[in-house]
T-cell receptor, first 114, second 109 residues
Framework: DTGVSQNPRHKITKRGQNVTFRCDPI?????LYWYRQTLGQGPEFLTY????????KSRLLSDRFSAERPKGSFSTLEIQRTEQGDSAMYLC????????????FGSGTQLSVL | GQNIDQPTEMTATEGAIVQINCTYQ??????LFWYQQHAGEAPTFLSY????GLEEKGRFSSFLSRSKGYSYLLLKELQMKDSASYLC??????????FGKGTTLSVSS
């Protein structure tokens, strides 16, 4: 078990460009979550999947954000037409489900939009 | 929706005991979690409470009162390595975990 893996670790892009991040969850986990975190704040929920189904998406998430988990394993998060306000750490987490499920987080992808 | 409040910062000295409080307002409460996050690292799980009372795990304990919408994390015998952000998170039934803004704890010698 190698834990939750995210890549890239860092991404620098220019405003208006599209970016895509990848998350590989712990292999037996059927739930996968995306969060965004800025300095001094807690993780902000974006969306989550159970297997390949996207069950919930934050109302704060604009249409420029889209996430997929096509085969119920890895997931991608795409941000189109990036803005400077998108600069943040994007965290992925996975869990095995259940009411007391612990989320296991990846190390995140730090996005800087110039 | 949910509202989770915790102090922004706390300081303490090595060997001391510190209590980090968390209050929440939510509908359909389905559990409260505490996570620890060192600077530049991912959050890691500390504790889970779904019933009222105290859960003890080594130097860390967590308490929950559902009627008061209140929890605390108690850290005993503080060590320098306990300097970190402590995140309170609440789950409503059928939804993802929602985090508070975190409490930054600084432990000095």
């Amino acid at each position: 078990d190698t834990g939750v893996s995210q890549n890239p670790r860092h991404k620098i892009t220019k405003r208006g460009q599209n970016v895509t991040f990848r998350c590989d969850p712990i292999s037996e986990h059927n739930r996968l979550y995306w969060y965004r975190q800025t300095l001094g704040q807690g993780p902000e929920f974006l969306t989550y999947f159970q297997n390949e189904a996207q069950l919930e998406k934050s109302r704060l998430l604009s249409d420029r954000f889209s996430a997929e988990r096509p085969k119920g394993s890895f997931s991608t998060l795409e941000i189109q037409r990036t803005e400077q306000g998108d600069s943040a750490m994007y965290l992925c987490a996975s869990s095995g489900g259940g009411a007391n499920e612990k989320l296991f987080f990846g190390s995140g992808t730090q996005l800087s939009v110039l | 929706g949910q509202n989770i409040d915790q102090p922004t910062e706390m300081t303490a000295t090595e060997g001391a005991i510190v209590q980090i409080n968390c209050t929440y307002q939510t509908s359909g409460f389905n559990g409260l979690f505490w996570y620890q996050q060192h600077a530049g690292e991912a959050p890691t799980f500390l504790s889970y409470n779904v019933l009222d009372g105290l859960e003890e795990k080594g130097r860390f304990s967590s308490f929950l009162s559902r009627s008061k919408g209140y929890s605390y994390l108690l850290l005993k015998e503080l060590q320098m390595k306990d300097s970190a952000s402590y995140l309170c998170a609440v789950r409503q039934a059928g939804t993802a975990l929602i985090f508070g803004k975190g409490t930054t704890l600084s432990v000095s010698s």
